[in-house]
């Protein structure tokens, strides 16, 4: 079944594991169509790289609010004058020619939108990405395009630049196959995220090898499987390394780390390997992308075979400014809702990225017992969200403790005067009550495009993080003995 579905992005120290067993019926796939899919936008899709371009008009060019010749003029760029563009954007949903394809563009230090027929020299730079199960390929972003063929699942994907339909805010990305460009729904592929790929990599020879008579005829190639990239993350928020790097030859060391703009070490982690395999995750505890400043960066992991060195992964990515509200909803959405699937429940077993932050929040969870120990209650999820996220690391486990800890900590936690109306919410606000008759529960208030999400664990249901799309409980008080909504005061 190919699928082509909306999902969520988000980027953070969030681990992005390729999850392959997805299957979920969508609103793009071959077979049958989910309503809610339909319905829903992709906001929270990793970021594709930009493209440039030049005004072809030697009588300049108006810069536009909105993607109409019609619309308000933001300032007129000269001719030649150098554009970046971001995405482009279709007017209509089953056509494709220039007139209907519009790119939105910053220039002159405004931004807008130009038509794509009045830029030349249009140059795409590209990241690599996957596909994380059988997928169409078409003329335009949109399931009304036409479709041209199928990616195979864990097909290798070069994105120049992503796309949507004017009206409707799914991601697409428009990639490059031989000499052609084609769209995939971002849903289902991955950018910087590679399960495997064997490359040649050109040597950066740095450093000479001290016996080149033992040095063996020609480069190493690598293998990349299970890395994991930061694409556009929080400050303060920590992001999980993982992987390995499979060399053809004996590779010495290795340094994984974090480089700015300067081209200068930031974080790093020297390794020493002397096998044909790095395992990137040795270098993990070091490299705290939490304390990055907001800004542009490389991560990179350069390795040294038979004394030169070689960069098997090389990829930007940006630390963004935030508030402890925005960390806890992406934090929350990282770990119970990993692959932007419409709906996660994952039954008896965690993600990935969530048993690394349980680790961290609880290391000694597994003394627990039984029940606890899955790590799958409702106070165990929200106090690993507020430890990942960065807000808060000394939350206690239990749900009683948590009401009297927040309570109790004004330095960070502010109550939120709540009175059932939605407009006193912000996403990633914590509601905890007691309800007239049951137990006592606490979750995550999220908003997602426009949506209304209960992002929250149960046990014994061994529901180890999801988001639920019954949000009755934010709203309705008829059942509510006590209640209370705390929020980071920062």
């Known amino acids: 079944m190919s699928n082509e ?228 993350i929080l400050e303060k928020i920590p992001f999980t390394l993982l992987g390995t790097i499979d060399s053809t030859q004996i590779i010495q060391t290795a340094r994984v780390g974090v480089l700015d703009t300067g081209g200068n070490w930031v974080l790093y982690k020297d390794l020493s390997v002397n096998a044909t395999k790095c395992e990137i995750v040795k270098a993990d505890a070091d490299i705290k992308f939490g304390t990055l400043a907001p800004g542009s960066y490389t991560y990179r992991v350069a390795v040294v075979v038979n004394g030169k060195e070689y960069m098997p992964i090389n990829k930007s990515f940006t630390v963004r400014k935030s508030t402890g509200s925005q960390r806890l909803a992406e934090a ?16 008896s077993k965690p993600t990935e990225a969530y048993k690394f932050a349980l680790d961290a929040a609880y290391p000694e969870h597994n003394s627990w017992g039984t029940g606890p120990k899955t790590g799958a209650s409702c106070d165990v999820f929200i106090g690993t969200v507020c430890d990942y996220s960065g807000v808060d690391g000394n939350l206690p486990r239990t749900l009683g403790k948590q009401w009297t800890y927040f309570s109790s900590h004004p330095e960070i936690w502010v109550k939120v005067p709540y009175h059932y109306k939605e407009s006193e919410l912000q996403s990633g606000d914590i509601f905890i009550y007691e309800p007239t008759s049951g137990s006592k529960h606490v979750c995550m208030y999220l908003k997602i495009d426009g949506k209304t999400y209960c992002a929250e664990a149960s046990y014994p249901r061994a529901l180890y993080g999801f988001i639920n799309t019954s949000t009755s409980k934010f709203f309705t008080s008829s059942n509510k003995k006590k209640l209370e909504v705390y929020r980071p005061n920062f």
């Open 332 to 347: 929350a959405q990282a770990l119970a809702w990993p692959c932007g699937t419409a709906k996660s429940t994952y039954g």
């Open 5 to 232: 579905h909306r999902h969520q992005r988000g980027a953070l120290r969030f681990t992005l594991i390729i999850l392959t067993a997805l299957t979920l019926i969508c609103t793009c796939c071959v077979g049958q169509i989910n309503s809610y899919a339909e319905s829903s936008s992709a906001a929270f899709a990793a970021a594709a790289p930009n493209a440039t371009g030049q005004v072809k008009s030697k009588k300049g060019l108006y810069l536009r609010a909105k993607a109409s010749s019609s619309s308000k003029k933001v300032v007129k760029l000269k001719y030649n004058t150098k554009v970046t563009i971001s995405k482009e954007v279709f007017l209509k949903k089953n056509k494709t020619s220039a007139k209907y394809k519009w790119y939105y563009v910053s220039a002159s230090g405004k931004k807008g939108y130009v038509r794509s027929d009045y830029l030349k020299n249009v140059k795409y730079s590209t990241t690599s990405g996957i596909t994380i199960s059988d997928l169409n390929y078409r003329t335009g972003p949109g399931t009304k395009m036409k479709k041209v063929g199928t990616f195979k699942n864990k097909s290798l994907l070069t994105v120049v630049l992503s796309a949507n339909v004017k009206g409707n805010n799914t991601v697409w990305y428009k990639i490059k196959k031989g000499s052609k460009y084609y769209y995939v729904c971002s849903d289902w592929a991955r950018l910087g995220v590679v399960d495997v790929v064997k490359t040649a990599v050109t040597p950066a020879a740095m450093i000479q090898p001290s016996n080149p008579a033992a040095v063996p005829d020609g480069d190493p190639s690598f293998t990349i499987k299970g890395a994991t990239y930061p694409g556009s």
